[in-house]
């Protein structure tokens, strides 16, 4: 079955604690991409990835980092988690950048 | 700087009629426009994309038009059904890696029976 997983799906964390969502997609798909979810601020992207070893920042990229070292996976890191990173957290792939974005299921986010 | 605006946060609809849903954007000439529907606590689901070059897009009851000089896109679900309720973003971008992808906040579309 075509996917983007997530993982984990809920995490509450601390203050400082460095931490890795993870995102895989099992499409072959060239562009991915990380975004964050606030209640009336709608989605916000945090970096994408146009294809192997090639990432830029979005609209809301500080206290973020990412890496893609294979196509089908993105991983999201958070080196020292602070509580306004609190959010719901979506990733997403397409073939290319125009195209349909597929999302996976996201990830809930609670830094303490 | 880019924005995005989509008509009330709101917008309740008896069974069967049409909801028509509004995109705009200023500061910004995107070459497409995506349209999304997204259900509480699921990641946004894809239903159509509509090009620069092309005013009218249709998929069954949903039907996207794109007017670049108004800088807006309208979005139409006709027949609706309680089934349709969800919230619907849309999401303009350009061709240029240098555009970024950006998501309006939403409209919550409410089909009452």
């Known amino acids: 079955e075509a996917q983007v997983t997530q993982n984990p799906r809920y995490l509450i964390t601390v203050t400082g604690k460095k931490l890795t969502v993870t995102c895989s997609q099992n499409m072959n798909h060239e562009y991915m991409s990380w975004y964050r979810q606030d209640p009336g601020l709608g989605l916000r992207q945090i970096y994408y990835s146009m294809n192997v070893e090639v990432t830029d920042k979005g609209d809301v990229p500080e206290g973020y980092k990412v890496s893609r070292k294979e196509k089908r996976n993105f991983p999201l890191i958070l080196e020292s988690p602070s509580p306004n990173q609190t959010s719901l957290y979506f990733c997403?792939?397409?073939?290319?950048?125009?195209?349909?974005?597929?999302f996976g299921p996201g990830t809930r986010l609670t830094v303490l | 700087s880019q924005k995005i605006e989509q008509n009330s946060e709101a917008l309740n609809i008896q069974e069967g009629k049409t909801a028509t849903l509004t995109c705009n954007y200023t500061n910004y000439s995107p070459a497409y426009l995506q349209w999304y529907r997204q259900d509480p606590g699921r990641g946004p689901v894809f239903l159509l994309l509509i090009r620069e070059n092309e005013k009218e897009k249709r998929k069954e009851r949903l039907k996207v038009t794109f007017d670049t000089t108004l800088k807006q896109s309208l979005f139409h679900i006709t027949a609706s059904q309680p089934a349709d309720s969800a919230t619907y973003l849309c999401a303009p971008a350009g061709y240029s890696s240098a555009s970024k992808i950006i998501f309006g906040s939403g409209t919550r579309l409410s089909i009452r029976p």
């Open positions: 997403a792939s397409s073939l290319r950048r125009a195209d349909e974005q597929f």
